[in-house]
T-cell receptor, first 114, second 111 residues
Framework: KAGVTQTPRYLIKTRGQQVTLSCSPI?????VSWYQQTPGQGLQFLFE???????NKGNFPGRFSGRQFSNSRSEMNVSTLELGDSALYLC?????????????FGPGTRLTVT | GESVGLHLPTLSVQEGDNSIINCAYS??????FIWYKQESGKGPQFIID?????DKRQGQRVTVLLNKTVKHLSLQIAATQPGDSAVYFC??????????FGSGTRLLVRP
């Protein structure tokens, strides 16, 4: 069974631009969560989607948004990029998020904002 | 490879020795805990989990201990191998559908 895939793996953007990152969960997984990882703040929860609905949201500004499609694939968008948005963005999938909650992570997208 | 944390606490152990990585969690209402391993350039990898109604769970070469009284979690790795070198994160889940991660510990295995 294929793992979680994220595209692109690396991205360089300039301040003020917007970016869209994509995540394909493991087949059959319906829950997708997004995390931001930086050396200073560690792993921080962005949001979680289940059946195309956002079930939970972390403490990030409204510039960060996401969505989930009917095939469980998910995208996150960051508008008006700031230098501090440079980070590794990780996507994780789980079966339904309410059971064992064993999450499987993708390799991440490394975003650099210049 | 990518660095996941420039100033992480580091545990250095000799190959073959046992490793113990500790974690303090914040929410006494958390009911589920997970340990993840992250190697350079990769996403976190699930190692083992434990529910709050247990105080110990064993896997292959790994054991997780949970002490709810002091909100402490530990990961024990038996016969540590060079391939165990990585950053280890504990994570807790409360009533919401999100995991809260600890800051991580870097494990270095000396040959």
């Amino acid at each position: 069974k294929a793992g979680v895939t994220q595209t692109p793996r690396y991205l360089i953007k300039t301040r003020g631009q917007q970016v869209t990152l994509s995540c394909s969960p493991i087949s059959g997984h319906r829950s997708v969560s997004w995390y931001q990882q930086t050396p200073g703040q560690g792993l921080q929860f962005l949001f979680e989607y289940f059946s195309e609905t956002q079930r939970n949201k972390g403490n990030f500004p409204g510039r960060f948004s996401g969505r989930q499609f009917s095939n469980s694939r998910s995208e996150m968008n960051v508008s008006t990029l700031e230098l501090g948005d440079s980070a590794l963005y990780l996507c994780a999938s789980s079966l339904d998020g309410s059971g064992s909650y064993e999450q499987y992570f993708g390799p991440g997208t490394r975003l650099t904002v210049t | 490879g990518e660095s996941v944390g420039l100033h992480l606490p580091t545990l250095s152990v000799q190959e073959g020795d046992n490793s113990i990585i500790n974690c303090a969690y914040s929410n006494s209402a958390s009911d589920y805990f997970i340990w993840y391993k992250q190697e350079s350039g990769k996403g976190p990898q699930f190692i083992i989990d434990i529910r709050s109604n247990m105080d110990k769970r064993q896997g292959q070469r790994v054991t997780v201990l949970l002490n709810k009284t002091v909100k402490h979690l530990s990961l024990q790795i038996a016969a540590t191998q060079p391939g165990d070198s990585a950053v280890y994160f504990c994570a807790e889940k409360g009533s919401s559908y999100k995991l809260i991660f600890g800051s991580g510990t870097r494990l270095l295995v000396r040959p």
